[in-house]
């Protein structure tokens, strides 16, 4: 199998600030191809020039659940959406602004988005493998433990929870478990032989303190992943929400 550089985005969440910045970040460093983790759509300002932009770079991905909710819903989401209190709430105000935003041909290539990819030999989905269709998160070893049980001893990226995180098999009792190797705060060499999940973190939403926008790097030969943190205009993408008339809230998560 040939040497891959992937670079891998999750929770864009409509900003478009976030994105050119991290893409701009992802050029420079020389990756070879570009997956989405889900949740184009949602809380943001800008649902339609984040999926022309990702379109536009042929970008492979998986679905998330707001990409769902905009692109094919349900009779619960349509009654959710037709409480006027919809307006005053972060997700489903988000997901009204993007019905409203994209076009039948956008709506479409979300709507084909798969549930679960393939990374190489490895996966990627935006929600945990167990419960499938229910969105569960992957925020602790214990809620990781049924899609590890999954993965094999395959690798899974996943988006989701905005954080950061690594996961990993624990090993059957008669050997001590396989562990990343820590390369610094940001880096680490991840083990073959024992399933891992890895969450990449938001693009365009961290909700961990810092606001800058997050991309993943995974080079399938050196089997090192990076966590990588871009500085961007955080303050024009949460104006552009109030602008939008979107929830003060969701403008006040990009500065946090």
Same mark, same amino acid.
């Given at each position: 199998?040939?040497?891959?550089?992937?670079?891998?985005?999750?929770?864009? $969440?409509?900003?478009?600030?976030?994105?050119?910045?991290?893409?701009?970040?992802? &050029?420079?460093?020389?990756? +070879?191809?570009?997956?989405?983790? &889900?949740?184009?759509?949602?809380?943001?300002?800008?649902?339609?020039? !984040?999926?022309?932009?990702?379109?536009?770079?042929? !970008?492979?991905?998986?679905?998330?659940?707001? +990409?769902?909710?905009?692109?094919?819903? &349900?009779?619960?989401?349509?009654?959710?959406?037709?409480?006027?209190?919809?307006?005053?709430?972060?997700?489903?105000?988000?997901?009204?602004?993007?019905?409203?935003?994209?076009?039948?041909?956008?709506?479409?290539?979300?709507?084909?988005?798969?549930?679960?990819?393939?990374?190489? +030999?490895?996966?990627?989905?935006?929600?945990?493998?167990?419960?499938?269709?229910?969105?569960?998160?992957?925020?602790?070893?214990?809620?990781?433990?049924?899609?590890?049980?999954?993965?094999?001893?395959?690798? %899974?990226?996943?988006?989701?929870?905005?954080?950061?995180? =690594?996961?990993?098999?624990?090993?059957? %009792?008669?050997?001590?478990?396989?562990?990343?190797?820590?390369?610094?705060?940001?880096?680490?060499?991840?083990?073959?032989?024992?399933?891992?999940?890895?969450?990449?973190?938001?693009?365009?939403?961290?909700? +961990?303190?810092?606001?800058?926008?997050?991309?993943?790097?995974?080079?399938?030969?050196?089997?090192?992943?990076?966590? $990588?943190?871009? =500085?961007?205009?955080?303050?024009?993408?949460?104006?552009?929400?109030?602008?939008? &008339?979107?929830?003060?809230?969701?403008?006040?998560?990009?500065?946090?």
């Amino acid at each position: 199998m040939p040497n891959m550089r992937i670079a891998l985005l999750a929770d864009i $969440h409509a900003n478009l600030h976030a994105l050119h910045a991290v893409l701009k970040d992802i &050029g420079g460093a020389g990756m +070879d191809t570009l997956v989405n983790l &889900g949740d184009v759509v949602g809380y943001g300002a800008h649902p339609a020039e !984040c999926v022309d932009l990702l379109r536009k770079l042929g !970008c492979q991905g998986v679905m998330g659940n707001h +990409d769902y909710y905009v692109s094919a819903g &349900g009779p619960g989401i349509e009654s959710i959406l037709s409480d006027p209190e919809a307006n005053s709430n972060p997700v489903w105000a988000g997901v009204r602004h993007a019905r409203e935003q994209l076009d039948d041909d956008q709506l479409g290539w979300l709507r084909e988005q798969e549930p679960v990819g393939s990374i190489e +030999d490895d996966l990627a989905a935006h929600a945990a493998l167990h419960e499938f269709g229910q969105w569960p998160y992957l925020r602790s070893l214990e809620e990781a433990r049924p899609t590890l049980a999954l993965l094999d001893d395959r690798i %899974g990226f996943f988006g989701h929870t905005h954080r950061e995180d =690594i996961f990993f098999g624990e090993g059957d %009792g008669k050997a001590a478990p396989l562990t990343p190797e820590r390369l610094n705060d940001r880096r680490f060499r991840l083990p073959q032989d024992t399933p891992i999940a890895v969450t990449a973190g938001a693009t365009g939403q961290p909700r +961990d303190g810092d606001p800058r926008a997050r991309w993943l790097s995974w080079d399938t030969e050196t089997r090192i992943v990076e966590f $990588h943190r871009v =500085i961007y205009d955080n303050r024009a993408a949460a104006a552009a929400i109030l602008t939008a &008339g979107l929830p003060e809230r969701s403008a006040r998560r990009l500065l946090d």
